[in-house]
């Protein structure tokens, strides 16, 4: 299932809901697809949302998580951690907005310029690709320059590197920018 913003947002408010019966709370870090669609594309849907944990209550985000995915139908992984494995090893910065709270779930969501860097970090496919567009306009952002100091000021060099050499749906990131610096001159 596909969710728009309307629809996420829905979710988050009855997991706050059912944490708050619980008298458990959670914090959240939400990312890609979702961070997209919530707060720099409304339009924008996505299969799961991706989010870091703040706190040491895994297992009541598990219970919780399970419980609206058994009553709406949803897969497992409807709202998931996958994304912090390459947060935390890749990123030497992070940038979060306070979103607000819903119940007991405190949520941030990544800033325009971290998740654009994110997005050229992974420069994965074809929606990486759209998003870094719409982010890159959002925040006037133009120039290779510009979009290799983003890069510098999230992520370590050494990943950068790494990655750069890896490949990907696009041959690395430098091919991925020099397709963005193109696509933004059009």
Do not use: C, P, T
């Not at 961070?35 to 706190?55: P, T, W």
């Not at 910065?93 to 007991?104: P, Y």
């Amino acid at each position: 299932m596909l969710l728009d913003k309307n629809k996420m947002l829905g979710l988050l408010k009855e997991f706050g809901e059912l944490l708050k019966q619980r008298n458990s709370s959670v914090i959240i870090d939400i990312y890609g697809g979702a961070a997209m669609s919530i707060l720099y594309s409304s339009g924008r849907v996505s299969e799961d949302i991706d989010v870091m944990l703040n706190d040491e209550n895994y297992h009541e985000f598990k219970e919780v998580r399970d419980i609206i995915a058994e009553k709406y139908g949803l897969h497992e992984n409807w709202i998931n951690d996958a994304v912090a494995g390459a947060i935390v090893f890749d990123m030497k910065n992070r940038n979060l907005i306070n979103f607000g709270v819903f119940g007991n779930l405190y949520i941030n969501i990544v800033s325009a310029e971290q998740l654009l860097a994110m997005k050229i970090f992974s420069s994965r496919d074809d929606k990486d690709f759209e998003d870094a567009v719409l982010l890159s306009e959002q925040l006037g952002l133009y120039k290779k320059r510009d979009f290799n100091n983003l890069l510098r000021l999230y992520f370590k060099n050494k990943s950068i590197n790494q990655r750069n050499k890896s490949k990907s749906h696009y041959n690395g990131i430098n091919d991925f920018i020099d397709s963005l610096v193109e696509n933004l001159k059009g």
